[in-house]
């Protein structure tokens, strides 16, 4: 049986260095690090993520505005709060929560925010950055998975890694991420052909694709570890993976759960990266 994971535990401990180095921060500068984080609309799975995102300041003693703006507010309107922000001494990372409704244009949003502020890391200022290897910020879920690997001891160099998914948000960064750190990286999509075999060769596989308990044991490596980032809803509401736990964890040496595995990281990563703006502010 393959060791699990503790995406809760990791990120508690990652929360309370952050709340230490904030504390001398605050001693040191007079001010918090400061995060806004803009809503729009009534999206109640973005509500959530919303409150949790600001009870995770309070936890880590940031500073905190929340935004939560009506449905039919205009991209003027928004850029206008987004120029506010970038002007604010007390603001140091702005998150615009996303999907935004359909009438709002997201990339318009992406780029205004001050790179300098976009904790996301979504800017293609800061994607360059992380391409080259010279970030000021790390994409909050591929890096909320590295911080999973480094604090389980796993070595990453020379490794063969598997990042299925390719999006701008998790696959694509998170194979970045893994060249970084040396592994021999292969990233897979809705094209890839021969999907299993590909995911057999890998000793590191992660899982992105959002579709519940696709990857099953005969995907797996023994011995593999299985990062599992996807975040699906069953039926009956509970929250599932990408990966079949059950008949995977048995074969795998690691496995992330769903829930209590990358999920709590991301967050997390988010507070890191606010540390780093604020730090990087004066
Ligand atoms: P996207 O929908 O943007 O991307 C999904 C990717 O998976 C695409 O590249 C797509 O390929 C690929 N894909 C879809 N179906 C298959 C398939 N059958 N075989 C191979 N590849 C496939 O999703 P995200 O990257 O935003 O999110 C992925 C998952 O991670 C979701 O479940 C999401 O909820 C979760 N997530 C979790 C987070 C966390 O904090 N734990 C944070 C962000 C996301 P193609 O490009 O060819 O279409």
């Not at 990372?93 to 935004?100: A, E, S, T, Y």
């Not at 299925?164 to 052909?193: D, E, F, W, Y």
Request: glycine fraction near 8%; hydrophobic fraction near 40%; charge should be negative.
């Amino acid at each position: 049986m393959a060791n699990i994971i503790d995406g809760k535990a990791i990120s508690a401990a990652i929360r309370a260095e952050i709340k230490e180095s904030t504390e001398a921060f605050a001693k040191e500068y007079g001010f918090r690090p400061g995060l806004a984080v803009i809503i729009v609309g009534e999206d109640p799975a973005s509500q959530v993520y919303v409150r949790n995102k600001r009870r995770a300041c309070e936890e880590v003693g940031f500073y905190s505005e929340a935004y939560e703006l009506p449905a039919e507010t205009t991209q003027e309107e928004l850029n206008a709060l987004v120029d506010k922000l970038n002007a604010s001494d007390k603001i140091h990372g702005i998150l615009c929560q996303l999907p935004l409704p359909k009438h709002l244009d997201e990339n318009e949003v992406i780029m205004r925010i001050d790179p300098k502020k976009d904790v996301d890391a979504f800017h293609p200022t800061n994607v360059g950055k992380i391409m080259i290897g010279d970030y000021s910020f790390l994409p909050c879920t591929p890096a909320g998975v590295m911080a999973l690997l480094e604090r389980s001891g796993i070595e990453i160099s020379g490794k063969e890694c598997v990042v299925v998914g390719r999006s701008n948000i998790v696959g694509k960064p998170q194979a970045m991420l893994l060249l970084h750190s040396h592994g021999t990286v292969t990233v897979c999509h809705s094209r890839t052909k021969n999907l299993a075999e590909v995911c057999r060769r890998a000793d590191i596989l992660v899982a992105a694709i959002g579709k519940a308990d696709f990857f099953t044991a005969d995907m797996i490596k023994e011995g593999a570890v299985v990062i599992d980032v996807g975040m699906n809803r069953r039926a009956d509401g509970k929250l599932t993976g990408d990966v079949d736990f059950e008949s995977v964890a048995p074969k795998a040496s690691y496995i992330t759960p769903v829930p209590g595995g990358v999920g709590p990281m991301t967050i997390t990563m988010l507070m890191q990266n606010t540390l780093t703006a604020a730090k990087q502010s004066v």
